[in-house]
């Protein structure tokens, strides 16, 4: 039986996301499906439309067997970051095969992408151009020789390298991606999750683009009143993870002349950083995620089961005595920075959309859908 990892944020889980879930199931008839699921707060540093409990529901339903917490602390991270704590999560629970969408769909290239990545030379020629003031992606296409811009083929390199990096016995599959990120006009059934959001901030009708969910409102006034609150009252910003060198001076110069999350991007941004590199810095300040605690916190303490349908719960079974990292779904019984940190986004998340998730994060009982 082919054992299936899959790693997903669902921001919000659409008819692409189902699309894909059915190829895998085509592809490998007999096989079990574990799900990685970001959070609250996500990798571009995003609040997602849906809550974890909900995305959970929606995993099992249509075809997922288990579903893992990829905890906050590795979630708004960077690509490489986000890619290897999933890929440590799913190798303990001994997938044998990691599937991921992709815009080019040529994953001999994207193979060979990431080989030159781990080569020992390749850092320092993507340092040459960040210290001439390029941000990273054009640095690292420079390195590279070649143009990687859209974002699934490069989840999917970070992807690659994580396996190759720590010998994972793990073969990448890829599938093709059937709409384009950046399109936020397209009227298919199947369009991205970012063409979604963006209709549903003119509040159009959704209904067409996802197979079922309930989504939330996220409270953006409130989210940066919290953070200018922050940025105002704080004379430490250069602790948090991501606020680099001079980043919190521009941040306290600029945040009394802003009116909006999107306004203070711009207001800070330069040619060295990225939007999205910025948007998970300003949800680090926001949760106070620290510099040293995450230095600290380089691997992941614990697997957390978030829902499992019975024959989720025979596998792990049957792995169990050779699961490496304690296997929970009582998150109050874990003494663990990154739990503290887990519950630190939910409470904020709470906060946001006005919705109780917290009850979820305490209730210690997966998710159970019978097959």
């Given amino acids: 039986m082919e054992i299936i990892g899959l790693i997903a944020e669902y921001n919000p889980f659409h008819n692409g996301h189902l699309y894909q879930l059915q190829e895998i199931k085509k592809l490998y008839p007999d096989s079990l499906i574990i799900l990685v699921?970001?959070?609250?707060?996500?990798?571009?540093?995003?609040?997602?439309?849906?809550?974890?409990?909900?995305?959970t529901k929606l995993a099992l339903k249509y075809g997922v067997d288990i579903v893992i917490e990829l905890p906050f602390?590795?979630?708004?991270?960077?690509?490489?970051?986000?890619?290897?704590?999933?890929?440590?999560?799913?190798?303990?629970?001994?997938?044998?095969?990691?599937?991921?969408?992709?815009e080019s769909n040529e994953i001999e290239k994207l193979k060979s992408i990431a080989k030159k990545q781990l080569d020992k030379s390749f850092d320092e020629k993507v340092k040459i151009y960040l210290d001439e003031g390029i941000n990273y992606p054009t640095a690292l296409n420079k390195a590279l020789g070649t143009v990687l811009n859209e974002p699934n083929d490069l989840l999917g390199v970070s992807?690659?390298?994580?396996?190759?990096?720590?010998?994972y016995d793990i073969e990448p599959i890829s599938i093709k991606r059937t709409n384009d990120y950046h399109d936020i006009e397209s009227d298919e059934s199947i369009v991205s999750a970012s063409n979604i959001r963006e209709k549903l901030k003119e509040n159009k009708n959704i209904e067409k683009y996802?197979?079922?969910?309930?989504?939330?409102?996220?409270?953006?006034?409130?989210?940066?009143?919290?953070?200018?609150?922050?940025?105002?009252?704080?004379?430490?910003?250069?602790?948090?993870?991501?606020?680099?060198?001079?980043?919190?001076?521009?941040?306290k110069k600029v945040i009394n002349d802003v009116n909006s999350i999107e306004e203070l991007v711009n207001a800070i941004k330069t040619k060295r950083y990225t939007y999205n590199r910025l948007m998970r810095m300003l949800i680090h300040v926001l949760i106070g995620l620290t510099k040293e605690d995450k230095l600290k916190l380089q691997n992941n303490e614990y697997i957390?089961?978030?829902g499992l349908n019975s024959n989720g719960q025979s596998y792990l079974n049957k792995i169990k005595k050779n699961i490496h990292l304690p296997l929970t779904s009582?998150?109050?019984?874990?003494?663990?920075?990154?739990?503290?940190?887990?519950?630190?986004?939910?409470?904020?998340?709470?906060?946001?959309?006005?919705?109780?998730?917290?009850?979820?994060?305490y209730s210690n009982k997966p998710i159970k859908i019978d097959k």
Avoid: C, M, Q, W
């Fill in 210 to 251: 996802i197979p079922e969910g309930k989504l939330v409102n996220i409270n953006e006034k409130l989210l940066f009143n919290i953070l200018k609150y922050k940025i105002l009252t704080d004379n430490h910003l250069d602790e948090y993870l991501s606020v680099d060198e001079g980043l919190d001076n521009r941040l």
């Fill in 330 to 361: 009582k998150i109050t019984n874990i003494n663990s920075k990154i739990k503290d940190y887990e519950l630190r986004a939910a409470s904020i998340y709470e906060l946001l959309t006005n919705i109780n998730v917290l009850e979820f994060e």
């Fill in 37 to 55: 699921l970001n959070g609250y707060f996500l990798e571009r540093g995003t609040v997602s439309v849906e809550t974890k409990e909900e995305k």
């Fill in 73 to 102: 602390v590795f979630g708004t991270n960077s690509a490489d970051i986000f890619a290897e704590s999933s890929l440590e999560l799913l190798n303990n629970l001994s997938i044998n095969k990691l599937v991921f969408g992709s």
């Fill in 304 to 306: 957390r089961i978030l």
């Fill in 159 to 167: 992807y690659i390298k994580a396996i190759y990096k720590n010998k």
